[in-house]
């Protein structure tokens, strides 16, 4: 367990400074442009896939992308930044791997980016440090991206965060009756939606540069559409995984990626 020596400004936003704050990887991330992404842990095949376009997009552009390490929107959105640009805030101590679905996601990005967490090593997540860490994802951004979230879902805390923040809110632009939270917050003018992801990833791009982020060699694999049997053979741990999230599916013996 590592505590984090020194003053990160971004995160003077939150209501109290953090007294600690531990980390495992590399904290030089904390100094890059930092744009945090949250949403559902259900995410339909829609959001998946914009999520993962929007951080591969951020991530080539060298912002580095920020989220909680849960289900759905958050371990896609880490995936899709590669695990060394990625920033993933735990609602329990760092040596902890939790959800255990994203064990194997969570000690990439330790060997590769950066754990954050307000709790000692040993900590188990409680439903009040969810909330905890939600305020910790929110204060790190520049702004926050809702890829998609229902009224009284746990995204809402992030969004009310944001809110007492005065941070802007971006989300997707979801049909009626979808993502209901992200359509009330656009019809509020409460947040603004992201049409075209190259253009929005422009306005934080302030250094243009060729330095390529390692990419997800597994989604890459996923979208030559191997036979079940390589995929397996190639990515033991990582099919079931990407499998249990709706990442893939398996048809007929063959492997389809779903974003």
């Known amino acids: 367990m590592n505590l984090v020596q020194g003053h990160i400004f971004e995160l003077e936003a939150m209501k109290s400074y953090p007294k600690e704050l531990f980390y495992s990887g590399n904290l030089e991330l904390l100094k890059k442009t930092k744009i945090s992404i949250v949403g559902s842990r259900k995410p339909s095949k829609y959001s ?10 951020l991530s080539r552009n060298n912002i580095c992308v920020v ?25 329990c101590g760092v040596n902890i791997k939790y959800p255990a679905i994203n064990k194997n996601l969570l000690s990439d990005i330790e060997r590769n980016g950066l754990l954050l967490s307000q709790f000692k090593d040993d900590f188990r997540a409680t439903p009040w440090s969810f909330v905890v860490r939600n305020e910790l994802v929110v204060a790190l951004g ?6 998609e979230a229902e009224l009284n ?24 009756g979808e993502s209901s939270a992200t359509n009330e917050l656009l019809k509020s003018g409460r947040a603004k939606a992201i049409y075209d992801i190259d253009e929005f990833v422009a306005k934080f791009s302030k250094v243009q540069n060729n330095t390529q982020i390692k990419v997800d060699d597994f989604m890459d694999f996923c979208k ?4 079940y049997d390589e995929a397996l053979k190639k990515y033991p741990t990582k099919i079931f995984e990407a499998e249990l999230s709706g990442e893939i599916s398996i048809e007929n013996g063959r492997v389809r990626s779903s974003l």
Do not use: W
């Open 142 to 147: 520049e702004v926050l991206v809702v890829a």
């Open 224 to 227: 030559t559409n191997p036979t």
């Open 67 to 91: 989220s909680g390490g849960a289900m759905g929107v958050d371990a896609i959105a880490h995936k899709g930044a590669g695990e060394s640009n990625t920033i993933s805030v735990l609602p």
């Open 153 to 176: 879902s746990g995204s809402m805390r992030s969004i009310e965060f944001a809110l007492k923040m005065n941070k802007e809110i971006y989300v997707f632009a979801h049909r009626i």
């Open 48 to 57: 998946r896939s914009l999520t993962h376009q929007l951080s591969s997009a």
